[in-house]
């Protein structure tokens, strides 16, 4: 299929923007892309599609969350990030997560993050195998791992167990284009030295991904200080020989530049996300010093019980806003450089770049339409700027994924909708039971 007469913003290297530009799909990938008058004489016999005034860009990435919280969204609200977690989120998951929780509250995430836009995501949580199935299903692409912990979890007594059931998770999609698995250690503060480094050599021995949070909040880091003698939490994990490009840190709000000279040198990719850094109150991340340290920072949502919602076009303007309003400096985060972060940035940290995160010849046609015809949307002189500061997850017309329809305004050609949701409904009975809410 041939399609015409759009706007392509390709997010390659080159940025590439071709208007009217032409997409040709073949047998899921991307066979070519440019100025639609070359495609249409190249390609005369291709089914062509018009989209007249539509802009196609590629899927966004959300780089990190943990989609089946969406179940407890708006459970919680209004509290700093221990008290939320260790009074709130931790008690109601030891009773409540289960596979038949993974499968309701991630079925739910996946309609959200479709219908906005999102064909790719970093997951962190427990029952990743529930979760995969559910991938699988509908379509979409995504990396996934179980939050190794020092702790018991819903999962696993023991951090052994927790990643003997990683290894096998591991050996069990491997080779999936669709669906792949990292190794997650929660967090340096709940993870053992010895944790950290046993979970580093199992996605180093499996070439995984190795997804963690860092320095969310600034307790966090004075804590890591105190207790490893005025190392940061950075230079800890450095010392420890847990740092590498297959690392994605996870908000990062309380690091300094030394720590970022760190991370440049050991090419560790960055998750941010400004929305839940806000809520919990936690901080901004140091955006604009990040870039100017030469960081891959990508752009998540995190769960959707601390954000509220699973929108990247939200998380996109903010973080642009966010630099330019704290730092009185309106060039930082140019509208380009933010939607970098939420398409191929996403991808090199999710280790899929080379299928995925830009519309070039050989990747798989994971893209998205976008409809400019709403009155907020006119007039249009730069797509580029719209898509960051304009656009919303009700201007997404329709998502594709490997060349495949997922979404169609509101309609979901890979999932059931209306059973999904009914199937949410009954688990948010049981967690307002549990809650007394
Ligand atoms: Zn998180």
Excluded at 18 to 28: F, Q
Excluded at 354 to 371: N, W
Excluded at 373 to 402: C, D, F, K
Aim: charged fraction near 25%; proline fraction near 5%.
């Amino acid at each position: 299929m041939l399609l015409i007469n759009g706007t392509i913003v390709t997010m390659d290297d080159e940025k590439n923007i071709y208007s009217p530009g032409a997409l040709l799909i073949k047998e899921g990938k991307i066979a070519d892309v440019g100025e639609e008058k070359t495609l249409k004489e190249m390609y005369p016999r291709e089914p062509m599609r018009d989209l007249e005034g539509k802009i196609v860009m590629p899927g966004l990435i959300n780089a990190h969350t943990h989609t089946p919280m969406v179940l407890f969204r708006g459970l919680a609200d209004d509290l700093p990030l221990d008290t939320w977690l260790q009074d709130y989120i931790w008690p109601m998951e030891n009773k409540m997560i289960d596979p038949d929780f993974i499968r309701r509250g991630g079925l739910l995430g996946i309609l959200e993050m479709i219908a906005s836009g999102t064909t790719a995501f970093n997951d962190m949580y427990f029952f990743q195998d529930v979760l995969a199935g559910a991938v699988k299903e509908s379509g979409m692409r995504a990396l996934l791992g179980q939050g190794l912990i020092d702790f018991p979890t819903p999962e696993a007594k023991t951090p052994q167990e927790g990643i003997a059931k990683l290894t096998a998770l591991a050996e069990k999609w491997e080779e999936d284009d669709q669906v792949r698995i990292s190794i997650c250690a929660h967090a340096p503060y709940t993870c053992s030295s010895e944790l950290l480094k046993k979970a580093y050599h199992l996605s180093e021995k499996h070439h995984l991904p190795f997804h963690i949070h860092v320095a969310e909040t600034r307790k966090e880091a004075d804590l890591i200080k105190e207790k490893k003698k005025e190392e940061s939490i950075v230079e800890y994990l450095d010392r420890l020989g847990v740092l590498d490009s297959h690392v994605v840190a996870a908000h990062c709000v309380w690091i300094s530049e030394k720590d970022m000279d760190i991370f440049h040198h050991r090419k560790v990719k960055i998750a941010h996300n400004p929305t839940s850094n806000l809520k919990l109150g936690s901080g901004t991340a140091p955006l604009h010093l990040m870039q100017k340290h030469g960081l891959t920072v990508s752009l998540g949502t995190d769960g959707a019980a601390s954000n509220n919602s699973l929108d990247l076009f939200r998380e996109i303007r903010l973080a642009a806003l966010l630099s330019k309003g704290l730092q009185q400096d309106p060039e930082l985060i140019p509208a380009y450089q933010a939607l970098e972060m939420a398409t191929i940035n996403g991808a090199r940290a999710l280790g899929m770049d080379d299928i995925t995160g830009s519309l070039e010849i050989g990747k798989f046609a994971d893209f998205i339409v976008i409809d400019t015809s709403a009155p907020a949307m006119r007039p249009l002189y730069h797509p580029v700027s719209h898509l960051a500061y304009t656009a919303g997850r009700e201007n997404v017309e329709e998502v594709y994924t490997s060349g495949k329809l997922l979404y169609r305004k509101g309609e979901y050609f890979t999932l059931d909708a209306e059973k999904i949701l009914a199937e949410a409904e009954t688990a948010a009975e049981r967690i307002r039971k549990e809650s007394r809410v």
